[in-house]
């Protein structure tokens, strides 16, 4: 039962790691971010529902609903607040091409 327990675990932990992919942005002077509260904004001028937005890896990470009322947990630039991709995975415009 122990074991079990601690397969689990273990798991669970690498699953939560997997999440994200291989994501990063470069290091930002923070003189040179945008606020957050400004991709919020932007973001919601576009049509989306923004439940949260952090940091993550020198990421934005926003969590909420996109424009098509989709479920989404997508990587923003701080400098840019040009969507980042993580490894692996390609832009939606490259893969209707």
Partial sequence: M??????????????????????SCA??????KKPQMELQRKLEAEGWKVRQVKNFNNCYEVYGLDAQGKK???FFHPRTFERVYPEGEKPAAAVAQ
């Fill in 72 to 74: 989404a947990e997508v």
């Fill in 27 to 32: 290091t930002v002077p923070k003189a040179e």
């Fill in 2 to 23: 122990k074991r079990l327990a601690t397969t689990v675990s273990l798991v669970a932990c690498a699953s939560a790691a997997l999440a994200h992919g291989n994501i």
